[in-house]
């Protein structure tokens, strides 16, 4: 038998990572698993758990107000350690970008343990955007001795870097995963928030889903933003675009000085998980700077425009499933204003196939690194 520990602590880690603890817990006869949560995001971070049930055997709830990069860093990296000493696993799996992930891995990495770094090799090049998840990665995937590549864009990627090619496994993305498990717990069972959001919302009429919170946006690239959503709610009168607004005063303050007072854009307060996969699904595109979104929405047939000038998820630019409009006034809405009147346009970027997996990812995962164990 193995021991594998399972690291996360923000929102997207959760999610992305859900699928994968409930696939090693499913051979618990080969598997001793165990889950450790940071904090590093508290409250959306248990939202996760609570929807997936799951129950971490270690939360080392490190949240606080104001915190920095510095700290979360610091303290990620200090208090694993007494928990690998401990638990001793043979695998302490991490995902993505995340300070988490890093400092994770470098305490794994200090303690003599494997480090498996799932969603592997996403790259832009460019260390500065995003930031700082793209050294963020590069940094994690230095440490890692398995490497769980998306794509074979991203196990491209890794090649370039030097990395074995034996130590990648092209395994296609958890998040689909957890999308598709999502799709089908919401089929019978809805939340009180997604009941509530039915209230809310005309769900007659056609929405445009938004959402918006990328570091470098800030400033006149929220402005830009936002003076789109404004210009694309006043052609078309009659869709509502939907807002969840993050809470970081740099995003708060621009949305809600240039779109608090107009009547077809809904500005909501951010929801969780499984009311935003149900949003999705209802809405006709979304415009986006998420990462997370760019790979989900392709399986739901939603063309995604992208308020980013680069991305480290070519895929879906080159599958045809997602535009990069930066944060270009003209082109965010020239953009919307043809998928919205051009079926044609719009079929294309719906139908295309998504490139980031078909919901075995995590399955794939855990029998590869059961094989490499065995061998």
Known sequence: MIKVLIVFGTRPEAIKMAPLVKAFQQREKEVETKVCVTAQHRQMLDQVLDF????????????RDKQSLHSITANVLMNIKPIVEEFKPDYVLVHGDTATSTAAALSAFYSGCKVVHIEAGLRTWNKYAPFPEEMNRQITGRLADLHMAPTCVAKGNLLKEGVNENTIFVSGNTVIDALLSSVNILKDDQTEEIKELGRHLNLEKEIILVTGHRRENFGQGFINICTALKMIAEKNPLLDIVYPVHLNPSVQEPVNRILANISNIKLISPLNYPAFVWLMERSKLIITDSGGV??????????????????????????????LVGTDIEKIVNTTQKLLSDENFYQKMSNQKNPYGDGAASERIVNYILEKTQK
């Open 52 to 63: 997936f049930a799951i129950s971490p055997d270690y939360d080392l709830d490190l949240m």
């Open 294 to 323: 760019q790979e989900e929405a392709p399986s739901l047939g939603k063309p995604v425009l992208v308020m980013r000038d680069t991305t480290e998820r070519p895929e879906a630019v080159d599958a045809g499933t997602v535009l």
